[in-house]
């Protein structure tokens, strides 16, 4: 219910704001679990892509979103919440393979799971190699993964920004990538391979400039 009241008053408004360009939304399954995998440029992305999508997509943001007090603390749970957004524990000792718990969960409910390969955003603005977590999520639930190209959502919000700024944003859902051929090679070498795959993927939407290195993660990262 959240969600869909949510949807219903922001996306007419970011539509009518932004008139964003959304291409191939027909490759977004109808049903079933799937990972919708992206590049990552801005806080906004989040929020982008379930905009864009034709059904929910879900995505895991830090727990502080929903322990906030007063009516500052409730505006912003309710606003997380509605959008589909699910609370993990980012401080835990065990958080990133919670936080696969959890997406793996979700996955297996049937939904759209979001993630971001590169594991952080992009300060640059090149792509750059990908963590075998969503391979691993998409061997473990046996779902496809459709590659997200974002383009120009770095200029709604850059890294630092208080307020977001009016910027034209393309979203491009690609092709579904399957599964099915990695079934019995060793699973690290699935895993890799199948990440480099949706990240080549990924890179032809978006047009980045690829980078084979991971992207450092900041000490203290801001946002989602």
Excluded: C
């Excluded at 977004?28 to 929910?56: T, Y």
């Excluded at 799971?113 to 473990?140: H, K, M, N, Q």
């Excluded at 990240?199 to 992207?215: F, K, T």
């Excluded at 450092?216 to 990262?221: H, I, N, S, T, W």
């Amino acid at each position: 219910m959240f969600y869909s009241l949510g949807r219903s008053a922001l996306y007419p408004l970011t539509h009518a704001l932004y008139r964003p360009t959304i291409e191939g939304k027909e490759n977004i399954p109808k049903e079933g679990g799937v990972i919708v995998a992206s590049n990552h440029l801005s806080f906004i992305d989040s929020f982008a892509i379930p905009l864009a999508s034709p059904r929910q997509v879900r995505f895991l943001a830090k727990d502080e979103y929903w322990t906030g007090k007063g009516v500052g603390g409730f505006l912003r749970k309710g606003f997380f919440t509605a959008v589909g957004m699910v609370p993990v524990d980012r401080h835990s000792p065990t958080a990133a393979q919670e936080s696969l718990d959890t997406a793996l969960e979700l996955l297996r409910d049937g939904d759209a799971f979001g993630i971001y390969p590169e594991g952080t955003r992009s300060r640059d603005g090149r792509l750059y190699r990908g963590r075998t977590g969503v391979a691993w999520l998409a061997l473990t639930a046996q779902v496809p993964v459709v590659p997200v190209g974002l383009i120009g959502t770095e200029d709604i919000q850059p890294v630092g920004a208080r307020f977001p700024k009016l910027a034209k944003v393309t979203v491009r859902f690609g092709a579904p990538i399957g599964v099915e051929e990695y079934a019995g090679m060793p699973a690290g070498k699935a895993r890799r391979l199948l990440t480099d795959r949706v990240m080549a993927a990924i890179a032809e939407l978006s047009g980045q400039e690829r980078v084979d290195a991971y992207n450092e993660v900041p000490v203290a990262e801001p946002g989602v």
